[in-house]
């Protein structure tokens, strides 16, 4: 199994009870230690990959397998290569996969972006681990959820993967199985939906599932973008971040990932979602629209996106005289080459370039406490009726 696939030591029924938080507790929990009333600290957690024996099996398994985007598995063009033509063949994310694309993406994107992205990925990559940060932050925060859960049982195994690259959701369903779980709750770490993240996912899932004879139950988790307690740890995770800073923000932007606006128009909810984050965070924060703004970045290609661009806001912002920003990226669950190197390097940049002085890109929730704390009550919701 992959080094996230924690198994309790005890076997118990006894289910965790959510731990009730005032409004300023999950600013508190990202950054301290967790309060009494939290559930089991998410510390010394005991991964079962890579060991000599295997795995033991379980009876009646329920597995939750956390799945983000993916990542490469190496900094080079070669690696990235791969990466991006696994990525920009799923018809989810590229609809329009004619003959004119494919010349284009085998014969200009994969052979250039690969080389530019490699670079990218090097300024931001865990030497330590020898993997980008993307991938240590999803490990961890199955590990940190397995430790989380293992009240319930060594009967809940958690695990994770990645929708490109490694590990793959395949092989990670078929070790899950393997040990003996019928029952399986995946959870796209994704808050709002949109079909080239939260359906490939389940894609993915169902494409596996059609070679079994014998399949499992399935549960996928749904988007939370106007989740209460979602809503409420942004918020004070901001709170938080904001009162370490030097300098109190003109403006602050709260940056999702772009997506082609002809997607919108066919159907996709990922915009209105987006918005409504926006305005539950805006009322949660006591700021109005000129304060909080909403943006989109990570643009690929000449298609119109959704707009504003974010790139194109920071620059106009720093040219208006603004001289204090910070960008905060709730859409994504976990720190990426978006928003460690697009926003907190080519942003900031860009923003000190046109005038600027003190840009600050918040972190993710991340495998903070109170991110985890949040994936917890969220896997809970969803496990309902089955612990």
Known sequence: MSDAQTVPETETTAKPSPPELSPEEPAA????????????????????????AAPEKVERGIGVLLVN????DAP?????????????????????????????LNGVILPIRSRRKARDYKRIWNN???????????????????????????????????????????SRLEALIARGCDRLLVMPLYPQYAAA??????????????????????????????????????SSSLKAELKGLPFAP??????????????????????????RTTELLRAQLGLDEEKLMMTFQSRF???????????????????KGVKNLVVLTPGFSADCIETLEEIAIENAHVFKRYGGENFTAIPCLNDSEAGMLMIWQLAMRELKGWV
């Not at 997607?263 to 209105?272: I, N, S």
């Not at 290609?301 to 790139?311: D, F, H, Q, S, V």
């Open 29 to 52: 929990a990202a950054r301290t230690e967790a309060p009494a009333e939290t559930p089991p600290a998410a510390e010394g957690s005991t991964p079962a990959a890579n060991t000599a």
């Open 69 to 72: 985007l993916g990542t490469p």
């Open 76 to 104: 080079d063009a070669a690696a990235v290569r791969r990466y991006l033509k696994q990525f920009l063949t799923d018809p989810r994310v590229i609809e329009k996969r004619g003959l004119l694309w494919k010349l284009i």
């Open 128 to 170: 330590d681990k020898n993997e980008s940060p993307f991938k240590t932050i999803t490990r961890s925060q199955a590990e940190k959820l397995a430790s989380i859960l293992q009240p319930l049982g060594k009967h809940v195994i958690v695990d994770w993967a990645m929708r490109y690259a490694n590990p793959s959701i395949a």
């Open 197 to 234: 993240t939260t359906a490939t996912v389940a894609d993915e899932v169902f494409r596996y599932l059609m070679t079994l004879r014998r399949q499992p139950a399935l549960r996928i988790l749904p988007a939370y973008y106007d989740d209460p307690y979602y809503i409420e740890v942004l």
């Open 250 to 275: 003109d403006v602050i932007l709260l940056s999702y990932h772009g997506m082609p606006k002809d997607c919108v128009l066919k159907g996709d909810p990922y915009e209105a979602q987006c918005l």
């Open 301 to 319: 290609g000449r298609a119109r996106w959704l707009e504003p661009y974010t790139i194109a806001t920071v620059k106009a912002l720093a040219k």
